[in-house]
């Protein structure tokens, strides 16, 4: 797939506002991206429900520069303060994006930053955090470029967040979001991703997820060296294979509204991420034992109560619990009584799928 589409055209406007805001969601795919080749390239197709409430708000302003060298002059305040630690970064993620975006080295750029959720909590910010960065990127670029349509500004913002972080790019829309290149979803691109095309159930409208903050602590292994074991890794291949099929049996899910299919897809898939990780080499484990804990009481109360209640995982040991808007009030007194002693401090976010990101 060609990037020719995403380099600049000629600008035709100045740039005269100074600084632009957007808030943009995470999201939890149901059909995992683990590996990639090239410059954030996927090694298989994944898919999201966009989130709502856990979101990150940046606010890029930007001057011109005096004298423009070889170096990027920016500078990262999370919450009000000014965080070092988190610039180079950014420095590397411009690296990527200056010959599509190369205004990157014509401004000073401050980067005001805060997540809805705490920094503590182990839920990664790279998805939400880069999205709202690409957007507020692109607005600038279509003010010097007005005549840009709202697909080629959608479609090169998810391409600018990909560059940033893989799953950024399934941020901006919502609530479905596929990433990858796939033969049965119409549009589909490796280089960006796409809204959903086909018809969805309404069983999964408004659909839940319960974030169980099971451990806030830094991740041993980070996703990019996490990404990187999929090299040589004895199941890489049937893995990659494993996820175009189960994406061909959700299309079919998402139309039926098959909870119980949706349940072992979705529930297989964490599983399966976390079966990579422990089968690869260096080996590692991410799950703590209350995420064990937290799992089989799910099964139990499913078990019981029929709820299609399910759970998946990201590459940590906090818990997204998956189910139905009708069954909200049940689900959480279940998490409020029997689930919430798992987690760190008692935390856990409510939340649900989402729409994607705004201008603010
Ligand atoms: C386990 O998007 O964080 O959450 O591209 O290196 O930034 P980079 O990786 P990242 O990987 C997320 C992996 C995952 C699964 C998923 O969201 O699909």
Known sequence: MTTTKFHPEVYTQALTSKSVSYASPSNIALIKYWGKHGVQIPKNPSISFTLDTCKTTTKLSYIKREEINDEYELKVILDGKHKPGFEPKIHQFFGRIESYLPFVKDYAFTIETSNSFPHSSGIASSASGLSALALCLMEMEREMQPEMTFKHFNQKASFIARLGSGSGCRSLEGPLVVWGEHAEIKGSSDMYGVQYPYEVHPVFDNYQDAILLVDKGEKPVSSTV????MHNHA?????????VVNLSSLISILETGDLDAFVRLVESEALTLHAMMLTSNPYFILMKPNTLQIIDEIWEYRRETGIPVCFTLDAGANVHVLFPDKDKEQVHEFIKNDLSKYCQD???????????AIKL
């Open 226 to 229: 996490g990404h990187n074991l």
């Open 235 to 243: 199941y890489a291949a049937s893995r990659f294979e494993q996820a």
């Open 346 to 356: 008692n935390r856990y976010i409510f939340d649900s799928v989402g729409s994607g």
